[in-house]
Structures are given as structure tokens and as C-alpha cells.
């Protein structure tokens, strides 16, 4: 379960402000693939960031009874200077998963090669993201936070990433933004959409994507 308590988040544009969530209250279920939809620039990665802790709201605050993901996609989730190997093994620590069976599932998911043991800064944005979505994969969130990451790489490697995480949401929940519609049905059951500071929750996935669309007809 994840909990919205007067959630207000804006940003200062020029002369204004945007605004990302205006006094948001709401509980979204636990256990449950949501697909967060919206515009470009509604805020969405903003909003992924605020409920993994690493963006902090203006006001009201985020609650949650289980273990929440980083979100995969978001480049800051791991330091440029260590490798890919250090980061896992930094990330282990931090949650408390064993060091070598994380570092084994992830240097044979992203399939890295020798970069595995090389800086960060040397990677390409898409071999940073398959770094970020085997560390979140090889451990057991109750929630993943994932944004666009499953369309990374060639044919193969999209289908394994999607096999591994259709397999961890028999289990967990996750929130997926996605600008694919299909990948949306393929992966969710309710969604949320994001505009002009207020969220909707749709128990029903096809209600959700129809709002979605309407808004940007």
C-alpha cells in the first residue's frame, strides 16, 4: 500500500510555477501493476522519484508499508565513477540482499560484458539502463518503479526484460509509465493519470487509458 497525505509538489518556471501535484490524498492498492499516465511534462518521473524517497515534496507526505524500487530509468540511481559491478555491490548493502547473488543475476541479465567492471561514465544511457532494471529486477521489491525500461536493446533482450518482469509481478506490484499503450495492457490492470496537478485513480485499466487519450485529443 502507498498512501498520498496532502501532496503538493510544484517547480519555478520563469516568471511561474509548474505544478505536479496540488494537494494529492489517495491509497493505491498493494500488489497491483499500475500504469501512471500523462503528457510529457506532467510529471511523471517527478512523481516516480518523490514516492522512492529521492525527490522530496513540497508538502503532505508518502507512506508506505513495504519495499519500494528506485526508479529504474532514472540516472541517478547509481554513482559514474564506480562500475557497474560496485554499484551492485553498493546497492546489495544498501537493501540487505546477498552481494554475490545480486552481482551474479545482474552481470548475466544486462550482459555487459567487460563494461560490467568499468565506470559508469564510460556507459551508454541505454547500457545504464539495463544496469538499473537487473539491479531492481535481482531484487525482491514489493513495488517496482519502472519508466519506459523495457523497450532498452534489441529484440532479444527487450523479451527477456519483459519475461522477468511480468514473472516478479505475480508477486509484487509495480508502477510503469509507458508511452505504449500496448505495453500498458500488457503489463497493467489500473492506472493513475497525471494532469495539471491532479491524479486519478481508475480501477479499470481501459477507463484510465480512455481519460489519458481524451486529454490529449
Known sequence: MIRFENLSKSFRVGDGRKIVLDNVSMSLPGGVALALLGRNGAGKSTLLQMIAGTMRADAGQIVSDGRISWPVGFGGSFHPDLSGAQNTRFIARIYGVDTDDLLAFVEDFAELGKHFRMPLRSYS???????????????????????????????????????????????????????????VRQFC???????????RYFDDLDEAIACHQALMA
Do not use: C, N, P
Request: glycine share 12%; aromatic share 8%.
Open 125 to 183: 544511457a541505454g547500457m545504464r539502463a539495463r544496469l538499473a532494471f537487473g539491479a531492481s529486477m535481482g531484487i525482491g521489491f514489493d513495488t517496482y518503479l519502472v519508466d519506459e525500461v523495457t523497450a532498452v536493446g534489441d529484440a532479444t533482450f527487450r523479451r527477456k526484460s519483459q519475461a522477468v518482469f511480468r514473472e516478479r509481478m505475480t508477486r509484487a506490484g509495480a508502477i510503469l509509465v509507458s508511452h505504449e499503450m500496448a505495453q
Open 189 to 199: 490492470t489500473a492506472g493513475l493519470v497525471l494532469e495539471a496537478g491532479r491524479l
